[in-house]
């Protein structure tokens, strides 16, 4: 399966506000998880339906409500109706391919990002698309299927840590942001590592299976960079929107956020540069293994060409040659062949030749 355009054979021929899962089914029934607080009181429970989380969207208490699982059009129509979405909205959080970005209308802001993870067994990348929808009253979260890196952020909120119970829906968002680009920062450095790693199998073992691991890190690290530049992009749009839904108070946080995605970005542009520098430089060391062979060869044949022209003067078929009947002659024959290639090879070796 292609992991980096997915097929839209669903969407073929449709109206563009038609609502049509794009992408792979990951989950078979959908849950939706609400989290309501203040600062004195917290309500977490799991929703049988989307109509009974709209009760929330009337209260002055933050609301997270949480849907894992996209496949199911009706809900998702309903989940478009209750909360007053528009269609071409649904329609973006339906298709799993998004590429991150940040729209603003009139009553609500939609952030489209990609969670990440690492697959150490397969030592690859997996990436999960995750839609925030931050309204006035309410902050929805769209997910391909259950689990994510927010567990932290739950526990800020169940716990009282820090400042998140006591401020509104645009410091949650900010949360769960600094939580997916903190995940960033961890896979990045971890890669960062087996990179760095990298550089003394390159210079010590410059082996075919040296080549297809910095392949392999390569394209993940453009896996990283498709998620994670245009994330900066809309992360930077995010810190710098004047609309009432950001107060004022959680741009700085915003802004320190911006901060650390162009950190990630720049980051797996330095890493990919590296690998860069890797793959020529195991180039330039099998080219220079293969100059080490070829010298070697070349001295060799260098030796044998007057050798084998001494040999082939006295291996011709003439009956009267100098000193052919001598007693000696065989043994003098050898004496001038071994003085020549001694003579060649300290010849070669005051040259530096090798």
């Known amino acids: 399966m292609a ?58 208490t933050v609301t997270w409500i949480n849907i894992d699982g996209l496949h199911d059009n009706n809900l998702m129509k309903e989940i478009g109706e209750s909360f007053d979405l528009h269609p071409l909205l649904i329609e973006d959080i339906m298709n799993t391919e998004q590429r991150p970005k940040l729209h603003e209308s009139d009553n609500n802001l939609f952030l489209v990002l990609k969670m990440l993870r690492y697959d150490e067994s397969k030592q690859i990348i997996i990436a999960e698309q995750l839609s925030m929808v931050i309204g006035k009253t309410f902050l929805l979260t769209f997910q391909e299927q259950p689990g994510d890196v927010f567990e932290p952020v739950r526990e800020r909120i169940r716990k009282q840590k820090g400042r998140i119970r006591t401020t509104s829906i645009d410091y949650l968002a900010y949360a769960l942001i600094d939580t997916i680009v903190d995940n960033y920062i961890y896979i990045i450095e971890r890669f960062g590592e087996k990179i760095e790693d990298m550089e003394e199998m390159v210079l010590g073992n410059p082996e075919p299976d040296v080549m297809e691991q910095l392949s392999n890190y390569r394209k993940e690290m453009n896996f990283l960079r498709k998620s994670t530049r245009p994330a900066r992009e809309a992360i930077i749009q995010l810190s710098r929107l004047d609309t009432d839904l950001i107060n004022n108070k959680t741009i700085p946080f915003l802004k320190d956020l911006e901060d650390l995605i162009i950190q990630a970005s720049e980051a797996i542009d330095t890493y990919r540069e590296m690998l860069s520098d890797q793959m020529n430089l195991y180039n330039s060391s099998l080219s220079n293994k293969m100059n080490d062979i070829m010298k070697i060869l070349t001295i060799f044949a260098a030796i044998f060409i007057p050798l084998t022209f001494i040999a082939g003067i006295y291996g011709t078929n003439f009956e009267y040659l100098p000193e052919l009947h001598f007693k000696y002659s065989y043994f003098i024959f050898w004496g001038v062949m071994i003085l020549v290639a001694a003579s060649l090879l300290i010849f070669f070796k005051r040259k530096k030749w090798f």
Not at 34 to 41: E, F, L
Not at 50 to 59: A, P, Q, V, Y
Request: aromatic letters at 6%; proline letters at 2%; charged letters at 45%.
């Open 3 to 60: 992991r980096f355009l997915k097929k839209r054979d669903q969407a073929k021929g449709l109206v563009p506000v038609a609502a049509v899962f794009i992408g792979k089914k990951k989950v078979d029934e959908i849950r939706i998880r609400v989290i309501d607080y203040d600062k004195s009181k917290l309500h977490e429970d799991e929703l049988k339906s989307i109509s009974d989380g709209t009760e929330f969207k009337e209260t002055n």
